[in-house]
């Protein structure tokens, strides 16, 4: 893999890389998006992966043993349509990199201009050599519409090419848990110029419609009439047939248009489809790409993050960026952002804490307060499941608790000790209410939303929690916090922190609605039968008399009851041969174990860093990290904000390394399954939070810049209250 | 349910009871079992089962999320070919009591002969009413014959009367993970005399033969080539038609051969089955009852216990020896106890830690030392399997951890909290070799056997402990006790004492073997690389150093860490619509409750009970059991031993009650799904521990009889050192 500043380049053929390729490559427009795989037919290893926002799957929960409250259903981001393809035969022979022999081979992501290129010769088992460069992209400025340009040369002889583009609807998810197929067949046509596919999704009846159309040219003059239909279930293209003289280009242009609008009926989703595909033809490649880079080159002028005399730096953070905005635009309150987006299958669902504790900051720095605020809208939107769901695990009085996993509010997840006990998430989409406000300013999103939500979660909080006669505390049991190699502990310090921060933030919030927003506030009031007097007093009683677990000597929070009980061994003295712990050792070996997969005092120390004194965050950094194995995605990134903050500018950049180039530099081994999104919002805030030291202080934007030594500057651009603000360090 | 001393009998054909019945009238002979399924169709709901001890499925694991080192299978008790079918017509019409009109119905299971009746009139829609009597056993004198004498007689008016004999091979377990049949069909016959299958098990590859010949009589008269024969895939029978007048019998014999030795080619198989069958066809049906009459009143001479005064005690008891005596006999050293024995799928494996804990005792004191030792030599040829899977998860040095649920050795169990937590099981398996030396004498079992077993599992506790720095104490981290509400605590009271209980008893143990069997000993240090110095002084550190959490301030026992800080509400004061909980609440919920599952402090009581005064089991269990809802069969029965001990007779007759009669009663409304097999044999515990207060000390029986007050009498036998002991309490 090449370091570029603007783009990722990769040279040359390796098979055994394709699927990692396939991932880093994806392209997407934030309604959908599709993984790099080839056009042509590919017999090797691979992950055809096209997916579109809002359609999923319910799969029948799989699970060895059954608990009281587990969901039916886990939702999956669905694989649809192979759109894409594109089939070339050769004198008969069928065009495959896997069999080919490659002689050279050029794969370019142009984040830039939001263009994918790839560029090869092979030669075929019949000594004919070819040269292929194909070009696609998926429109930004074109809702639902994917544009391909493939062409072919032989190189070395005259030559017979059979060219045929296609869509194939009869794909599968890998992840399914009954190995079942998720879409059903409604329709499809073929004609000479175009194809038309219609799909439903199985139980959740979601209608997709793809709708092709061709134009093939000979050394750049128009072939009429070169295509003849060809049709299979659930599979439609058309092929046509090229004498082609030696170092002659056939060049064949697809156009696809994409629609999967829930409101409509199919017949309109297929007249919308065949709307965006004419028009496309009739624009013309050429002038579509310009049209993608253009917008795109606007959409840069907003995030950019420039970063002088680190390429691999540079390189890292523009493609967090890049990644980010292929994956969520914000303009459809429905969607939200997935943990690997649209570049692969694994996690199913669409949303996780990830949004409001990594990415909300990300968004709204870079898109602005509206995009930010659908976000929070979206998790507005679905209060009433959360509160069933909290229903359903015994809470009352409209306690609610968001779910770790979901498509529709509805929580998918089905291991006990993640779905019913990692409930901190509640706490960071209370956080993300308040960190919206902070930097937008829009106190006023309380009083028509904001206000409900935190209520749910402050009830869910006040009964979540137990009174110890023994200790005369309160204690919180049976959480997993942010550090998933522990499970079932009692008073997790992060999730009793942000638990009584909630309680503490959730009033506050009430009394400044009530003041300012009377009648909003007497509505609320009612609509969700609070009871003032009885409420605020138990959450004071709470919040004043909540046990948190400390460690005396050390003077550290203690991440949960018994923490130091374990064998201290540090991550240093840790045989590299044992890493990923994940991978090499049992799970009861992990959780025994003193090792920590992810920031989690931490992270209640990034949160609430003004609760704390430097030094404070100092002395738990360097007790924390030590322990740390960042096995999951979204830890180094906390880490690298808080050692900028405390002046470790070497641990800063190791980490900030570690996050932003995650996986392209795979170092979890596993980026073939897709890139992990949401952490690279956590890569841009080491950055913004960490190198510049950005926070937002009674409404005003501060830095506090400290770059690591060898950059030569910093430079980038932060939306804040309706302006762009340009950021130069150096 | 009607009460009888020696019978189970039901009265009423109540179609909702149907599965209930089918397990409650099981029948089995040590080596298979069959429940009560009807001869005839059933069209309503049942669940067909007829088992075979020792072959088994490797069903794929099924997990929502695989964690490193869960097994790769879960070994299932497979549901094997329908034996028992008889298809019956009556002018046409097949005779099924679920569409038939019943007009009076008797079911009868003598558990003093082993012989199952049932009896019932029915009118069919075509208004012929029609007489059944059918009678079965599974011989315990003839291993694999199954026999059957099924008369049909017409009550009002002469008939038409087909009968077919059949065994049906196609059937699937409803527990199969992922829906899959778990036979291979290889060879079948049906001739007017026989029908012959031959079925093998997928991966495992168990060959079983059923060979089935028939005699039909005709108002006691043979009906000479009577039979035509039938076949379907896998599916081989014989059909006769016979006319009757009113009134007139017809009576059919069916002997079912079945054989399964894996060490027998098939062709073998099938003339053995061939052998069982014809022998039992030549000394007919009559003789073959007398035979299994008689050899089920020799096994009662050795192991019945008589309660006077109280028939619901009565036959609570006997229900559940006849039971434990149909499910293991000890004769074969690869069998165990099945927690469902031969009476439903759930829970598959052979064996639990309930073996050790529960049925040894039982087994010693019935069937004698031969039968008892065969269960450990069980685990002892195991232990290469245990010792391999402490290996999986990260163990070294020969430490041995027993798997939670097993066939072979392996482990299946899939959920992390039970497979690699639940570890007192290793305990158990060690305290089983103490209970039978203390028992029956032969201390040189250890010297053969024992010490090698002992050494594993003492070096796993040596391993599993970890120094806390900060308490100056071992502790032992994640674990989860026997009571199942609770997971992943730290220092379970229960585990922590046994596990310094092996270390002790196992270095004990050790200096006895040098001493007395001095070439043996070298051997065995030699064979398992024994670092006496270091090893033993390492135990020694940790027996004395081992942390046991307690309240001092109530002077008990605490069940683990934290345990006080759960909110204290007593079982008493649970709303009753509220139970079973673990039907009516969430998992999150219960873990987080105070309420037990399963005696677990007082479970170390019970097996150590010489280690504390009256007055510290008095107060543990009263704390305790004012806190356990029992919802595990295995709980009562401890409860009921101790509440004898401590002399609070009406709570150990009430818990009594509860674990001899919980499937005669259906406590836990679940027993279509099979028997509690395993529990059965702690209710044999409360009676001859509880009420005759029978205890080995220094190689003597002793007791302290308390019986409940209405009780007239107890008697019974017990074998103990190769001597049947008579004992009767008044």
């Known amino acids: 893999m090449m370091v570029h500043p603007w783009k990722i380049i990769e040279d040359t053929f390796i ?106 010769t092979a030669e075929l088992s019949n000594k004919i050599k070819v ?30 090419i059979e060219i045929t583009p296609f869509t194939d609807a009869g794909v599968k998810n890998e992840d399914a848990n009954y190995d079942e197929k998720f879409w059903d067949f409604v329709f499809q046509s073929a004609t000479p110029d175009h194809s038309t596919i219609v799909m439903q999704t199985k139980k959740t009846g979601f209608p997709v419609c793809w709708h092709s159309n061709y134009v093939l040219l000979l050394d750049g003059n128009p072939v009429e009439h070169a295509f003849v239909p060809v049709e299979k279930t659930a599979w439609a293209g058309a092929s046509a047939k090229v ?101 692969g299958e694994k996690y199913g669902g669409s949303t996780y804490w990830d949004t409001e504790a990594y990415c909300l900051p990300f968004y709204l720095s870079t898109a602005g307060d509206e995009v930010a605020r659908n976000l929070l809208l979206y998790r507005h939107s679905q209060l009433p499941q959360a509160i069933d769901n909290a229903k359903k695990l015994g809470f009352t009085d409209g306690a609610a608790l968001y779910p770790m996993v979901t498509m529709n509010g509805e929580e998918c997840h089905n291991e006990w000790e993640i779905t019913f006990e990692e409930i901190h998430r509640n706490g960071a989409i209370a956080y993300a209410i308040f960190n919206y406000i902070r930097y937008t300013g829009d106190r006023d999103y309380l009083s028509t939303h904001g206000l409900e939500v935190l209520i749910g979660i402050a009830r869910f909080w006040a009964q979540r929690i137990t009174w110890s006669e023994e200790r005369g505390k309160y204690v919180m049991l049976g959480v997993t916090g942010p550090n998933e190699y522990e499970n079932n502990v009692n008073n997790n310090w992060y999730t009793n922190y942000i638990a009584c921060w909630c309680l503490r933030y959730t009033k506050e919030s009430m009394e400044w609605v009530r003041q300012n927003h009377a009648a909003c506030y007497d509505e609320i009031i009612k609509k969700t039968h609070f009871d003032e007097l009885n409420e605020w007093a138990q959450w004071d009683d709470i919040t004043t008399k909540m046990h948190f677990p400390r460690h005396e000597k050390l003077n550290i929070f203690l991440q949960q009851d018994g923490y130091m009980d374990k064998e201290q061994i ?89 996050t932003s180039r995650l996986d392209l530099d795979d170092y979890n081994k596993e980026v073939g399954e897709g890139l992990h999104i949401t952490s690279m919002a956590g890569s841009w805030l080491a950055v913004i939070q960490g190198f510049a030291g950005m926070r937002v202080r009674d409404g005003q934007l501060t830095f506090n810049p400290r770059l690591p030594k060898h950059w030569t500057h910093l430079a980038f651009n932060v939306n804040f209250r309706g302006e762009i603000v340009h950021c130069k360090f150096d």
Chains 1, 2 share one sequence.
């Not at 495959?96 to 201009?113: C, G, N, P, R």
């Not at 049209?291 to 907003?302: D, P, S, V």
């Not at 992990?590 to 004194?613: N, T």
Request: proline fraction near 2%; charged fraction near 25%; aromatic fraction near 12%.
């Open 15 to 120: 098979p055994e890389r394709v699927k990692a390729a396939e991932s880093l490559f994806s392209i997407g427009n934030g309604k959908m998006g599709q993984r790099a795989n080839f056009e042509e037919a590919y017999s090797g290893e691979t992950l055809q992966g096209s997916y579109i926002g809002g359609v999923y799957y319910p799969d029948k929960t799989r699970v060895g043993w059954w608990k009281n409250g587990y969901p039916e259903y886990f939702a999956k981001v669905l694989n649809s349509a192979f759109w894409i393809g594109i089939d070339v035969k050769i004198n008969g022979e069928t065009l495959d990199l896997h069999t080919a022999k490659v002689i050279d081979f050029y794969h370019e992501l142009d984040m830039q201009h939001g263009v994918l290129t790839r560029r090869f």
């Open 131 to 160: 040269a292929v460069e194909a070009v696609r992209f998926v429109s930004i400025t074109r809702t639902g519409l994917g544009a391909i340009s493939y062409t072919v040369q032989a190189l070395n002889s005259a030559a017979d």
């Open 243 to 343: 004498k082609v003289r030696k170092n002659e280009k056939v060049t064949l242009y697809k156009y696809t248009g994409i629609t999967n609008l829930q409101n409509r009926n199919t017949a309109d989703l297929a007249t919308a489809a065949k709307g965006i595909a004419d028009n496309a033809k009739e624009t013309g490649f050429l002038r579509l790409k310009e049209e993608q880079a253009g917008a795109w080159q606007e959409k840069w002028r907003h995030c950019d993050v420039e970063i002088g005399g680190d390429e691999k730096a540079q390189q890292g953070v523009r493609f967090c960026i890049f990644q980010l905005l292929q994956t969520y635009t914000g303009e459809d309150p429905r969607l939200n952002v997935g943990p690997k987006g649209f570049t």
């Open 570 to 658: 540090l991550v240093k003295d840790l045989d590299s041969a044992q890493r990923p712990l994940n991978q090499k050792w049992s799970w009861d070996r992990i959780l025994r174990s003193c090792f920590i997969k992810q920031a989690d005092v931490l992270q209640g120390l990034y949160f609430f860093e003004d609760d704390f004194d430097e030094d404070a965050i100092r002395r738990n950094f360097h007790f924390y990290e030590a322990r740390t194995v960042h096995e999951s995605s979204l830890s180094p990134c906390v880490h690298a904000v808080l050692a900028a903050k405390i002046g470790d500018m070497d641990k800063a950049y190791e980490m900030y390394l570690r």
